[in-house]
C-alpha cells in the first residue's frame, strides 16, 4: 500500500508541475498588463519604469524560476492592479466558493445517487422513465438558463428566494441547484450503470436465491461494490463544481473565485487569473488522488496494479 501511495503521490507533484508551467505561461501571452495600469497619456519611459518595477521586462525564464521560488515560499505574488497579495484576494472570495460548491455537492450528491439507485432497480417501469426525463433535463439544461430560469420563477414570480448576492442562507439555494442539476445527472447516470452492473452477477442472484430481498442485497452488498466509480466521479465533480462556479457566480452576482477570475480577466490581471487557475487545477490534482487512495482502500485488488 505504501508503494501504492508513493506512486500516485509522485504522479500528482508531476501532474502539479506540468500544471503551473502551463497556466505561467498561457498567462504571459495573454498581453502585457503595464498598458493597464497607467494613463493613456503616459510616456514610453513611465511605462518601461513601470515594466521595470513590476518585473516583466525580464526574461520569462527567470520570471518562472523566480516564482517558482515564491510558491515555496508560499508567496503567490502581488496583484498588478490591486496592488495586494493576490493569496489574500483568493481567501477573501475562497469560503464564498467552498459553500456554493458544497451546496452544489449535496444537491448533485443528494439526489443523484438516490434516483440512480432507483433507476437501477425500477428500470423498464414508469418510475425509471419519469426520473430518465428529470435526468436528461438536469444534463442537457446549460448552467445560465437554469440560473435564470430559477430566478424568473422563484424569486421574480413567487418571491420566495432573493435574485442575488450572498446575505443570507437563502440566496445559497439558488445557484446550489443550478450549480449541481448538472453533476446530479452526472451521479444518477454513474450509480445507475454500476448498480446495474452489480445486479448482474452471481453473488446477488445467489444472496436472492437464499431468501434476501433485494433491498437487503442492494443494500449489504451492492452499494459498497458500485461504490468505485461513484468515488472517482465524486472527486472530479468537485473540481468541475468549482470551475463550472465561474458561470453561476455571474448569473447570481455570487462575490466567489469564479467572478474574481473574470473581473481579473477584464482588468488583466494575470496574477490573480494564475492565481485563481492554478489552485482549481491543484484541487482537481489533490482530488484525484485522493480518490485513488480511496477506491484503493475500497477495492484492494487496485493496490496490485502497478500506478
Do not use: C
Not at 433507476?119 to 425509471?128: T, V
Not at 442537457?140 to 428566494?161: D, E, H, K, N
Not at 470551475?243 to 477570475?261: H, K, M
Amino acid at each position: 500500500m505504501l508503494r501504492y501511495v508513493a506512486g500516485r503521490a509522485l504522479q500528482a507533484a508531476i501532474a502539479s508541475l506540468g500544471v503551473l508551467a502551463i497556466v505561467f505561461m498561457v498567462m504571459r501571452l495573454s498581453g502585457d498588463p503595464t498598458l493597464l495600469l497607467v494613463p493613456e497619456n503616459a510616456s514610453r519611459e513611465a511605462i518601461d519604469e513601470l515594466r521595470h518595477e513590476l518585473g516583466f521586462d525580464r526574461p520569462v525564464a527567470d520570471q518562472f524560476l523566480d516564482y517558482v521560488g515564491g510558491l515555496l515560499r508560499l508567496d503567490l505574488g502581488i496583484s498588478v492592479v490591486q496592488r495586494v497579495p493576490a493569496a489574500s484576494i483568493l481567501a477573501s472570495r475562497l469560503p464564498y466558493t467552498v459553500r456554493l460548491a458544497a451546496g452544489a455537492l449535496a444537491v448533485a450528491f443528494g439526489l443523484g445517487i438516490p434516483i440512480g439507485i432507483v433507476m437501477a432497480i425500477w428500470r423498464g417501469g414508469w418510475g425509471h422513465r419519469l426520473l430518465s426525463v428529470l435526468v436528461l433535463a438536469g444534463q442537457s439544461t446549460p448552467t445560465f438558463l437554469s440560473g435564470i430560469v430559477l430566478i424568473l420563477v422563484f424569486a421574480v414570480l413567487l418571491r420566495w428566494l432573493p435574485t442575488s448576492g450572498a446575505d443570507d442562507a437563502a440566496s445559497l439555494v439558488l445557484p446550489s441547484i443550478a450549480l449541481g442539476a448538472i453533476s446530479m445527472a452526472t451521479f444518477a447516470r454513474i450509480a445507475q450503470i454500476a448498480v446495474l452492473d452489480e445486479l448482474g452477477k452471481d453473488y446477488v442472484r445467489a444472496g436472492r436465491a437464499r431468501g434476501l430481498s433485494l433491498g437487503a442485497v442492494v443494500v449489504r452488498h451492492v452499494l459498497r461494490n458500485a461504490a468505485i466509480p461513484v468515488v472517482t466521479i465524486t472527486a472530479l465533480e468537485v473540481g468541475n463544481l468549482l470551475s463550472g462556479a465561474v458561470i453561476v457566480e455571474t448569473v447570481f452576482a455570487w462575490p466567489g473565485i469564479g467572478q474574481l477570475a473574470i473581473q481579473s480577466i477584464q482588468a488583466r490581471d494575470f496574477l490573480v487569473v494564475q492565481t485563481v487557475v492554478l489552485f482549481v487545477s491543484l484541487v482537481y490534482v489533490a482530488l484525484s488522488l485522493a480518490a485513488d487512495l480511496v477506491y484503493a482502500w475500497i477495492d484492494p485488488r487496485i493496490r496490485l496494479v502497478r500506478p
